[in-house]
Nanobody, 118 residues
Framework: QVQLVESGGGSVQAGGSLRLSCAAS????????MAWYRQAPGQERELVAA???????YYTPSVKGRFTISRGNVENSMYVQMNSLKPEDTAVYYC????????????WGQGTLVTVSS
């Protein structure tokens, strides 16, 4: 089992910045990639950014140029630096970890709330 813990959420005004962190613990040997998802009220959960072997592999178009995903100094940890935040970035942000076999290795964090006010 893998446990994912996010931190760094909070409230910020439009144009501000936040950095979210995710740390994995437990039996992390299966993890091949990690990602950030978000879910706004009344909307489906969407993939925001993904990273594999320390290399970003995906950004959703609405965050390109504003968000940066990176690997943490501790193995199986990661960050997302969120700059120029907009009210539409308001959501619960979830950390996700995936293995090569997603049926056996797919984990979610509990989520951290990001609120951006105009």
């Amino acid at each position: 089992q893998v446990q994912l813990v996010e931190s760094g959420g909070g409230s910020v005004q439009a144009g501000g910045s936040l950095r979210l962190s995710c740390a994995a613990s437990g039996d992390t040997t299966c993890i091949a990639a990690m990602a950030w998802y978000r879910q706004a009220p009344g909307q489906e959960r969407e993939l925001v950014a993904a990273i594999r072997d320390g290399v970003p592999t995906y950004y959703t178009p609405s965050v390109k140029g504003r968000f940066t995903i990176s690997r943490g100094n501790v193995e199986n940890s990661m960050y997302v630096q969120m700059n120029s935040l907009k009210p539409e970035d308001t959501a619960v942000y979830y950390c996700n970890a995936l293995g090569e076999n997603t049926r056996e290795c797919k984990y979610w964090g509990q989520g951290t709330l990001v609120t951006v006010s105009s």
